[in-house]
Nanobody
Framework: HLVESGGGLVQAGGSLRLSCKAP???????????WGWYRQAPGNQRELVAT???????NYAESVKGRFTISRDSSRKTVYLQMNRLKPEDTAVYYC????????WGQGTQVKVFS
């Protein structure tokens, strides 16, 4: 249902752009859904870091506010997470999903930030 990509190994201060494709979601559902990016660091619970509703209303966790930007491309049924000024504490596996009416989780994409 969901395919995340774009993770990698990056030095602190660097940037990455994550993508989440939802090819099996019909366009109207994709557009009406509240999409979220989550992350899970080793030993921690999965946490919500960014949401987008209606293609415009966004919210961010305090820890990423001002550094991360969530966006979407409806024609590609893809949700993005632009991550700038990365910190070692951003290291985690990143996932996307609908915030309500979740679909099966994807494999996630690993982000590792070294200092």
């Amino acid at each position: 249902h969901l395919v995340e990509s774009g993770g990698g190994l990056v030095q602190a201060g660097g940037s990455l752009r994550l993508s989440c494709k939802a090819p099996r979601t019909i366009t109207s559902v994709f557009n009406s859904a509240i999409w979220g990016w989550y992350r899970q660091a080793p030993g921690n619970q999965r946490e919500l870091v960014a949401t987008m509703a209606g293609g415009r209303d966004t919210n961010y966790a305090e820890s990423v506010k001002g550094r991360f930007t969530i966006s979407r491309d409806s024609s590609r049924k893809t949700v993005y997470l632009q991550m700038n000024r990365l910190k070692p504490e951003d290291t985690a596996v990143y996932y996307c999903n609908r915030c309500t009416q979740e679909v099966p989780w994807g494999q996630g994409t690993q982000v590792k930030v070294f200092s």
